[in-house]
């Protein structure tokens, strides 16, 4: 089975840096990914990592440590849209992406 | 050109019902799947589907069914309705490759309340 954890919520200020964290527990494992959820809408994609590393990606970026079990997605030059959840998917032997609980960022001004 | 699209958008409804939800995709993948999102946004997977075989997470009742009439399609059929199935239900898709399932397309989610 799976065991993804991530915090439940989070505040920041606009124009700041936050960093969302991941840890997760696999069986087998074949990438990661971030989706960005705002109320309301469907999940978007943001990034895959499926090797060590970081992954940038404009505003956003995303790393992993597959021996750690340990992934972060970045966030810099907060803006108010950014309020939305942030999910965080495991890929494991089958292929089938499982999610985490997902992460509720506030942005302040 | 809507990339996954679903109906109803929201689906009012008595327990004990059968009810449908619907879902198209016209990206061409080759998979596709249902997640169940609950109050506390928790999102679930439920079927994953392509042309050569049926995941089923072993949690979902039997009551609910995808059925898939071709590629672009996978519908999904519930039965007899109870006030828990109410959630939002998010069709999905992806392009398998040979070295890993990509990132997925969701649709706009279809918002069931049973009463």
């Known amino acids: 089975g799976q065991n993804i954890d991530q915090p439940t919520e989070m505040t920041a200020t606009e124009g700041a840096i936050v960093q969302i964290n991941c840890t997760y527990q696999?069986?087998?494992?074949?990438?990661l990914f971030w989706y960005q959820q705002h109320a309301g809408e469907a999940p978007t994609f943001l990034s895959y990592?499926?090797?060590?590393g970081l992954e940038e990606k404009g505003r956003f970026s995303s790393f992993l440590s597959r021996s750690k079990g340990y992934s972060y997605l970045l966030l810099k030059e907060l803006q108010m849209k950014d309020s939305a959840s942030y999910l965080c998917a495991v890929q494991g032997g089958s292929y089938i992406p499982t999610f985490g609980r997902g992460t509720s960022l506030i942005v302040h001004p | 050109d809507t990339a996954v699209s679903q109906t109803p958008k929201y689906l009012v409804t008595q327990m004990g019902n059968d009810k449908s939800i619907k879902c198209e995709q016209n990206?061409?993948?080759?998979?596709m799947y249902w997640y169940k999102q609950d109050s506390k946004k928790f999102l679930k997977i439920m079927f994953s589907?392509?042309?050569?075989?049926?995941?089923i997470n072993e949690t979902v009742p039997n009551r609910f069914s995808p059925k898939s009439p071709d590629k672009a399609h996978l519908n999904l059929h519930i039965n007899s309705l109870e006030l828990g199935d109410s959630a939002v239900y998010f069709c999905?898709?992806?392009?398998?490759?040979?070295?890993?399932?990509?990132?997925?397309?969701f649709g706009p989610g279809t918002r069931l309340t049973v009463l």
């Open positions: 589907y392509n042309n050569k075989e049926l995941i």
């Open positions: 696999t069986s087998g494992f074949n990438g």
């Open positions: 990592n499926v090797l060590d």
């Open positions: 990206l061409g993948h080759d998979t």
């Open positions: 999905a898709s992806s392009q398998a490759t040979s070295i890993a399932v990509r990132e997925q397309f």
